[in-house]
């Protein structure tokens, strides 16, 4: 007996040629296979679907609101079967993705070793930059990325996490310059900045107490476009620095760096995937995500 997915297979095939005879032809089934399995739907429903005539199939105004909300339904289930059966066949040759050097050294370990043991055949291409790098014109068949949410409503992406951020400067040097009450104080202390982090002229925070939103000038007397230089330097005495928390466990760990200010929560940032226009996901791009996300899933103290 046809299960309730298969009728509605069918249905929609049917509604969507117009045709009992047509569409049990393309299902690989029979006219009268096709007939019941839509009678059994309609009878389960209770409620008639389809207008038969002699010269054509037409659908009941519940008939059009029901495919209407069962559509993506077998859209999603057609993916899924697609991407299960090509599964063994495209899981193989290169896959290249872009990733940020801390993001690559810190979390991608575990997540490539677990995909290059189930995978053999697939042979994959990291390559590690902190830039904003072009996908497409790069060859590049995603990136992963740790920055603001995507302003660009064109770009392809999936949000995979948010990116616990903190501010951070060594207890030497908090002894030297004092300890900062409030963000707009911030503007009196030596602040280390990240080049690839477009944040405009003003940072932001905003309260965990009352919701209220703080705006202060960025002046940096240094820059560079290496998280972890900064946080060395900042680990070093040199500064007050903004920086996702993963990057720090060390030097949190060893109390070579604090916490400061910890009322105030600077700017969300995400660990995203981005993607080239893609119509659909190839499957070894699909698996990489999923490892990821199920990976940070599992161990979300990795990123806080």
């Known amino acids: 007996m046809a299960g309730q997915i298969e009728r509605i297979r069918v249905f929609a095939k049917v509604a969507e040629l117009k045709s009992f005879a047509e569409a049990a032809r393309q299902l690989g089934t029979t006219r009268?296979?096709?007939?019941?399995?839509?009678?059994?739907?309609?009878?389960?429903?209770?409620?008639q679907l389809l207008v038969r005539t002699t010269r054509k199939v037409s659908l009941t105004i519940a008939g059009q609101i029901y495919l209407e909300r069962t559509r993506h339904l077998l859209d999603e289930l057609s993916r899924a079967d697609e991407l299960v059966r090509q599964q063994s066949a495209t899981l193989q040759g290169k896959l290249r993705v872009s990733a940020p050097f801390s993001l690559?050294?810190?979390?991608?370990?575990?997540?490539?070793?677990?995909?290059?043991g189930t995978y053999p055949d697939l042979d994959i291409d990291i390559e590690l930059s902190d830039e904003f790098i072009d996908i497409v014109a790069g060859g590049f068949d995603m990136s992963?990325?740790?920055?603001?949410?995507?302003?660009?409503?064109?770009?392809?992406?999936?949000k995979i996490a948010i990116v616990p951020r903190v501010i951070v400067a060594s207890p030497d040097y908090l002894k030297r310059a004092g300890i900062p009450k409030h963000p707009s104080e911030l503007t009196e202390h030596m602040q280390l900045g990240y080049s690839h982090f477009a944040s405009g002229q003003t940072f932001t925070v905003t309260s965990q107490k009352d919701g209220s939103v703080e705006q202060f000038p960025l002046v940096h007397r240094f820059m560079c476009n290496s998280g972890e230089l900064n946080a060395a330097l900042a680990a070093r005495g040199h500064g007050v620095f903004s920086v996702p928390?993963?990057?720090?466990?060390?030097?949190?760990?060893?109390?070579?760096?604090?916490?400061?200010?910890?009322?105030?929560?600077?700017?969300?940032?995400?660990?995203?995937?981005?993607y080239p226009p893609y119509e659909q996901l190839p499957a070894k791009v699909e698996v990489f995500t999923s490892f990821i996300e199920d990976l940070i899933k599992a161990n979300p103290e990795w990123l806080s």
């Open 104 to 116: 690559g050294r810190k979390l991608l370990p575990e997540a490539l070793g677990h995909l290059l």
């Open 144 to 158: 992963l990325r740790i920055s603001g949410p995507p302003s660009d409503v064109s770009t392809i992406w999936r």
């Open 245 to 274: 928390k993963f990057m720090i466990t060390e030097h949190l760990q060893n109390g070579s760096l604090v916490e400061i200010l910890t009322d105030w929560s600077p700017p969300e940032i995400w660990l995203t995937a981005y």
């Open 32 to 47: 009268s296979i096709a007939t019941r399995y839509v009678g059994e739907l309609e009878a389960s429903l209770g409620v």
